[in-house]
């Protein structure tokens, strides 16, 4: 059974820093493409940043050289890096894995949803 949980999240001021960490279980991150998405309230669920089998990582521009993905595929876990936060930064973020070994951006191309975890960015 494939199985996704994310933690790390929490409150922090604007410029701090969080680690999100998706601890993955059933499959194996080096054979799926997997990623981190956001929601908003009220907005659509965006997607962050991903890491493919055959194309590399890819970045919303609105988080490049903000944010950095990893994955340690020893620990079957994902990662996501986040510095100089913002208060646009607020969602619930939400890891996944895909079937797909590309690159892919849509929430629709993704099976597998880890339950999301709250990040808050407030003075």
């Known amino acids: 059974e494939v199985q996704l949980q994310a933690s790390g999240g929490g409150l922090v001021q604007p410029g701090g820093s969080l680690r999100l960490s998706c601890a993955a279980s059933g499959f194996s991150l080096d054979t799926h493409t997997v990623g981190w998405f956001r929601q908003a309230p009220g907005k659509e669920r965006e997607i962050v940043a991903c890491?493919?089998?055959?194309?590399?990582?890819y970045y919303a521009d609105s988080v490049k050289g903000q944010f950095a993905i990893s994955s340690d595929n020893a620990k079957s876990t994902l990662y996501l890096q986040m510095n100089d936060l913002k208060p646009e930064d607020t969602a619930v973020y939400y890891c996944?894995?895909?079937?797909?070994?590309?690159?892919?951006?849509?929430?629709?191309?993704?099976?597998?949803w880890g339950q999301g975890t709250q990040v808050t960015v407030s003075s």
């Open positions: 890491i493919s089998v055959s194309d590399g990582d």
């Open positions: 996944a894995a895909s079937t797909y070994t590309i690159i892919v951006v849509t929430p629709d191309f993704y099976d597998y």
